[in-house]
């Protein structure tokens, strides 16, 4: 049974690494593709109020991650890699929609990537990468 690789994707460069690196690393694996949609960040702006404004938001979310999934996956099927890719658009915290995924769906690693936070705002922030190392339970790759 070949290994299946979950990357956390979210139109990063780092994250593009990950896939970069997955492609190279795990030949004949299955490449899942996970991309979070925060509600959080559909905003405490004044078009929050409008009623249709979260519905066009999500929509507007989720077209962008399939935008995404289909660059990712002609880079895949571009470096004619031996790979399978699977997606999968989630809401919710980002490290808690990852982590339960990789617990749910069988996943037998996760590779992404890392902000590359420094300093106080590492500290004042957190890092998605260093809590899904934390909390995983499978093991973690984080790409720079």
Known sequence: ?????LVPVDGSEQA???CDFVVGEFPGAEMVLLHVVNP?????SAQASIPSFSEEWYDRQCEQAESLFE????DVAEADADLGVSTAIEVGKPVAVIVEHADEEDIDQI???SHGREGVT???LGSVAETVVRRSPVPVTVVR
């Open 1 to 5: 049974m070949s290994k299946r690789i």
């Open 16 to 18: 593009h690494r990950a």
């Open 40 to 44: 959080a960040e559909g905003g405490y």
């Open 71 to 74: 660059d990712i996956e002609a």
């Open 111 to 113: 590779v992404m990537g």
């Open 122 to 124: 590492r500290v004042l």
